[in-house]
């Protein structure tokens, strides 16, 4: 009587036991950060957390979005001198003298409405420039070039890795 009452406790911890552990692992949320745009949403884009430590192949970790999914993610609304633009370059790069690695290279022109304040216009295609690195992230080299009847007349340009535009 007693070997029977010992073989049910043990079949019940371990029922108890295989059902909180599937639970949990059933449960568990990744650690994931979401990126996102001013007035636009990207949830679908997620970006797991790496050790510090991790060594990282930049050459295999590079994503395209379509270029309509990048046009219509700028909110164009807030560039109230800038038509909405169109990606005219998009392509992997590298590795450079000065980027050892491979990154993104993309180019997007935009017709400048008004050309009476130069200032403002170079502070509307950095904006550009800024929600277009949001999209495609801080390996990317990106090209605002602001044209005039079809010429290209401001080129705002953000290098990959860094925070300032040129």
């Known amino acids: 009587m007693k ?4 073989i049910i406790t043990i079949c019940v911890i371990i029922i108890v036991g295989f059902t909180i552990g599937t639970y949990i692992i059933l449960n568990d949320k990744p650690n994931s950060a979401i990126l996102k745009n001013n007035n636009s ?23 395209m979005p379509p ?7 700028i ?15 998009d392509r992997i790069e590298g590795p450079t003298d000065t980027i050892p690695h491979k ?10 409405k008004n050309t009476s304040n130069s200032s403002l216009i170079r502070s509307e295609l950095s904006g550009v420039a800024f929600e277009v690195r ?12 602001g044209t005039k009847d079809g010429a290209a007349t401001w080129d705002i340009t953000l290098y990959p ?5 040129h």
């Open 41 to 63: 949403s990207l949830d679908h884009f997620t970006v797991t957390p790496t050790p510090t430590d991790a060594i990282i192949d930049y050459n295999t970790t590079l994503d």
């Open 3 to 6: 070997i029977n009452f010992l």
């Open 103 to 112: 990154f993104i290279e993309i180019q997007i022109l935009t017709e400048v």
């Open 75 to 89: 909110n164009w609304s807030e560039y109230t001198n800038l038509e909405q633009g169109y990606v005219y370059l």
């Open 161 to 165: 890795y860094e925070s300032n535009a």
């Open 67 to 73: 270029n309509d999914f990048v046009i219509n993610h």
């Open 134 to 145: 949001n999209i495609y992230g801080p390996n990317s080299d990106i090209h605002i070039l």
